[in-house]
């Protein structure tokens, strides 16, 4: 594919593994977006510190909030053991927290139910933001701070405010950037976004992302690329996931290979390229 084309890198889930050498790295590599597809923050740290090296790229950039990010640690497990009313309580400082989170990313924008642009060569690109802090499956996860920042309600709300923005979108080429995949795409747990941590197993990914892709292809609009993370590509229990897939002309994409950087030093995103009539994807390791 000639670099005429757009190239976007997909940045996992972070988890605390980014530093300024990042910024180095991604800022020399001729990219056109940096996409940041959820959880700056661990499980007991948030991630304004690497909010603060991001918002230090010099190539656009975007982060879509994780289940991870803008929460503290009982409000997560709260919401991890779908205890509605519960995490609604322990919820009341979200918005704080994330506007912590936008003071530190500076320039980059926190993304959420939004679009943006990308364009390189005469080639122009729509980027869906899907829903933020989306924790898969049908729970539908940080809804007081969903309700109050966004008006969304429930997964059907979600579903038809992203099919508006598939109409709002300036270009009919889509990509869809958000923290865990659609549904649809498999129900193993080796599956894109199959759940791996229930015996069960099952399809993990959002409904209300499926419903807006698939308005897009009825409404004539070329969708190039799916994006999004979530779903560690190392399964619980041992095996590894299947994070790429192509389905009716769309690539499918988890970046979210955790941990991002290794005890060897190499640091991994997902590199995204697209004509405008096809995309592919590779995972990239690079040792600094």
Known sequence: MARSAIRIAVVGDVHLRWDDRDVELLDGADYDLVAFVGDLAGYRHDGLGVAASIARLRTAALVIPGNHDGVSLPHLAAETLEQRALARLMGRGQRRRCGDLEAMLGPVPLAGYSLHAVARDGLSVSVIAGRPHS??????????????????????????????????APHGRLIFVAHNG????????????GCDFRRAEGDFGDNDLRVAIDHAQRSGKRVLAVVAGHMHHRLKGGGERRWLVEREGVLYVNAARVPRIERDGRRYHVRLDTDGETARAELIAVTA
């Not at 499956?137 to 429930?154: D, I, Q, T």
Request: proline share 2%; net charge positive; aromatic share 10%.
């Open 135 to 168: 924790q898969g499956g049908g729970f539908f996860a940080f809804s007081r701070h969903l309700e109050r920042k966004y008006g969304v309600r429930s997964l059907e709300e979600s579903a038809k405010r992203l099919c508006r923005l598939v109409d709002e």
């Open 182 to 193: 659609p549904s649809g795409l498999g129900a193993r747990r080796h599956d894109i976004w």
